[in-house]
């Protein structure tokens, strides 16, 4: 019966790795129209710039076609504009998207090429001139019709871009960010579109719930007007949608047009209005691919969409990879040697259910990992008073997701022991009994704790292979809204040890605190184990995923952030965006914890899975901050 139930994961892995591969590559693709590339470019430092190039085959010396530049928002990977690339490639331009310098693939500069601050733009271009001059070789590009592009601080990185090689850009695109360089430069030889959201949290968290507002500001009026000199209450204001035409330095005519689409900052909650809005922006200016029935950005809402056919199969890569991991779980445990971390049950000492210490131990579960989310997050730099910053190798939010667990870890701890004096070693509570067992004969076997060590390698592993052979055949990692996933680049090893360590005192006492609720224990069958991931998982991050769907319901139906001081005081509404990609890794993690440790009875192999699961999802991708100490 195991055998059988081991053998329709395996199939059920190889349909999931197949479908993945036809609906990635088919959307990517067009079906076979257009040709995909990853790229490995290199700076005049010396450093690589990861990069996409999507050319469809009507793209040729012959006929040229317009190229898009395409550059992610912060702590990000290329792949987050997938959907962009997907609906721009299939109607016939050539899109190139990279990793900006020290995120994802992309090397951590090591010189200024890209990192100095232009002296207009006042930015960098963070790999942006690498794929510049690369673009610039291409004998299939229309070098008059380039366009630039950037979401959120990459559309600050391709403005610098836009702005230093005036005359050759013909089109800007920024995409939640109303970045222009520097106030005192008043040279924009190109076209513009301004994209922000009317639910983009970032922007109504600095304009008081009025996005709209924030396309009156004085230099974006005056770059629209082509109007430097006259007063600022003089200069006209903005109208969306409304395309005008500006003078100039050059003496020509250049378009501006603002648009606000029903969408929030992130564009992780991707809807077809955003796409459209974006689709629009460049068709329409360029004059290619603009589909049949659009005449204004009033039709947009007929522009086709294919982009979510990619979306699902990335969704469809990652259950891949975790049903490859189960796979190998139960495979393992049929085996001569693993079957050995199969261990007696040992005696149940949860608080009895429906006792008052039952639901004080359960509400203090649930609210625990909610509660201490914001001190959590807000202590990436300084916990408890003391500086923690140089114990960080990546950069951005994902530091922010340590800080927080090893906030809940001090709170299980505490839950854990008030457990186990008031209940637990009244009832026969000792090391045996909350997993530490490593032998049905009792004792401590550093031998079982490698073994354990070997079963989490080898079942993450086989994970890695399935989502590296996906990832090889498609020449990208996965992005599922703001959740994202890569293959590990080999300059990233030490971040693997050392957030290997950091991550081991949640998991380690948030297994132990489960404990007084009985998670873990009781009906060992599959429906059981089933029943008990479940509940481990909701009890875990429920209340979380419920403060973040409050949230999201807050910014896209109710259009408002400012007004919650919570969300609105220390950039906490993008580390409430950060929940969604939080909850996801942590879910399959937990999973995998809570298998295997009801499978063996014992903590130590559900406690290495997960851990080394959670290493490879926060360091496989966003940015990098040095590689070694």
């Not at 055949?473 to 090893?493: C, L, V």
Request: with cysteine; charged share 15%.
């Amino acid at each position: 019966m195991k055998k059988m139930s081991t053998r329709i994961l395996c199939l059920v892995t190889v349909l999931l790795f197949a479908l993945s591969l036809v609906l990635i590559i088919g959307t990517d693709t067009d079906w076979g129209k257009i040709e995909v590339t990853r790229m490995t470019l290199t700076t005049a430092d010396g450093d690589e710039i990861s990069a996409l190039l999507y050319k469809p085959d009507s793209a040729t010396p012959e006929t040229p076609a317009p190229c898009v530049l395409y550059c992610h928002g912060g702590n990000d990977m290329l792949e987050q504009g997938s959907s962009y690339a997907v609906e721009l490639a299939r109607r016939g331009y050539v899109v190139v998207s990279w990793d900006y310098s020290n995120c994802a693939r992309s090397d951590i500069a090591t010189g200024t090429s890209e990192t100095a601050n232009d002296p207009i733009s006042g930015a960098p271009t963070m790999g942006g001139e690498t794929v510049w001059n690369t673009v610039k070789l291409y004998n299939f590009v229309d070098h008059s019709k380039i366009i630039t592009s950037g979401h959120s601080m990459g559309g600050q990185y391709s403005m610098s871009l836009a702005i230093k090689h005036q005359q050759e850009v013909f089109l800007q695109v920024n995409l939640g960010m109303n970045f222009y360089g520097k106030a005192d430069n008043h040279q924009h030889d190109f076209h513009i579109a301004n994209i922000l959201g009317d639910s983009d949290e970032s922007t109504l968290a600095r304009s008081n719930n009025n996005v709209a507002t924030v396309f009156q500001a004085e230099q974006l009026r005056r770059i629209f007007a082509g109007d430097y000199d006259s007063p600022a209450d003089q200069v006209p204001a903005i109208v969306l949608g409304e395309r005008v035409t500006a003078i100039g330095t050059d003496g020509k005519e250049y378009h501006r047009t603002a648009y606000m689409p029903d969408s929030c900052h992130a564009y992780y909650l991707v809807d077809d209005q955003a796409i459209q809005t974006f689709v629009y922006a460049i068709t329409s200016e360029v004059g290619l691919g603009l589909d049949e029935g659009v005449k204004s950005w009033a039709d947009a809402d007929k522009i086709s969409l294919v982009w979510k056919i990619k979306d699902i199969g990335f969704i469809v890569m990652l259950a891949a990879t975790v049903c490859a991991m189960f796979t190998m779980a139960s495979f393992l445990f049929s085996t001569e040697a693993f079957s050995k971390l199969v261990l007696k049950p040992q005696p149940a000492v949860a608080c009895k259910k429906g006792s008052w210490q039952w639901w004080v131990a359960l509400a203090a579960l649930v609210i625990l990992p909610v509660a201490l989310y914001r001190p959590g997050i807000l202590a990436s730099r300084s916990f408890f008073g003391i500086n923690v910053s140089k114990l960080w190798l990546i950069g951005g939010t994902n530091n922010s997701y340590i800080s927080w667990q090893w906030m809940v870890s001090i709170g299980m701890l505490v839950l854990f022991l008030l457990y186990h004096f008031v209940w637990g070693r009244k009832h026969g509570g000792n090391a045996r009994t909350y997993g530490f067992v490593t032998s049905d004969n009792g004792g401590f076997h550093i031998g079982y704790v490698c073994m354990s060590f070997l079963f989490g390698l080898f079942t993450v592993g086989c994970g890695y292979l399935v989502f590296s052979l996906i990832s090889s055949y498609t020449q990208q990692g996965m992005h599922i809204a703001t959740f994202m996933f890569n293959t590990i680049k080999p300059n990233r090893t030490l971040c693997v040890v050392m957030y290997f360590l950091f991550q081991i005192p949640y998991f380690l006492t948030s297994s132990l605190a489960m404990k007084s609720v009985g998670v873990g224990e009781g009906d060992d069958s599959a429906k059981g184990t089933l029943k008990t991931v479940v509940l481990g998982t909701l009890i875990n991050l429920g209340a979380l995923f419920i403060l973040w769907l409050v949230f999201i319901l807050m910014v896209n139906e109710g259009n408002t952030v400012s007004s919650v001081n919570y969300f609105k005081n220390d950039r906490m509404y993008i580390y409430t965006i950060a929940i969604l990609p939080l909850a996801i890794g942590m879910t399959i993690a937990n999973a995998l914890n809570i298998f295997m440790s009801k499978k063996t009875h014992s903590i130590w192999p559900g406690l290495f899975t997960a851990l080394l699961w959670g290493s490879w999802m926060i360091i496989s991708c966003g940015g990098m901050t040095k590689y070694i100490y």
